[in-house]
């Protein structure tokens, strides 16, 4: 009798697990990655607007050349309207070198190396094919 009062007062056995919440599926998942990277492209985008917020050069300036010195310095060639001057940049500083008193030459456009053109895959396979037999 006792046996039988303990049984019935005792609560049903639960299944581990069954009150986790279950997860965001494959198509969650690919909802989540596809607002991730939207969200990115999306912050760039406005980056790229905002005034003062792009990458882009100043009117006016251009590098000409540059040279690494050391680990952290180059010295640089820089173009300011029609003047260029040599400066030293460094870690923290950036000091004027020289005025060159004469421009450097233009550097001449680099030209991509000339290859040879493969033969189509079917001509190869045709060719391979023909040899086999």
């Known amino acids: 009798m006792i046996l039988a009062a303990a049984t019935t007062a005792a609560p049903a056995a639960v ?7 279950s997860g965001p599926g494959l198509v969650g998942g690919f909802f989540a990655l596809v607002l ?5 492209v999306g912050l760039a985008w406005l980056l790229k607007r905002m005034p003062g917020g ?13 040279l690494q010195l050391g680990a952290k310095e180059r010295a640089v060639v820089v173009q300011v309207g029609d003047d260029q001057l040599l400066l030293g940049v460094g870690p ?4 004027t070198l020289y005025r060159l008193a004469q421009p450097l030459p233009e550097p001449a456009p680099a030209q991509m190396p ?20």
């Open 114 to 133: 000339q290859f040879k053109k493969l033969p189509d895959f079917s001509q190869l396979l045709a060719q391979r094919l023909r040899k086999d037999s």
């Open 15 to 21: 299944k581990v697990g069954a009150h986790a919440p």
């Open 92 to 95: 923290g500083s950036v000091s």
């Open 54 to 66: 792009g990458f882009r050069q100043a009117d006016g300036l251009r590098i000409v050349a540059s």
């Open 36 to 40: 991730v990277l939207g969200l990115i």
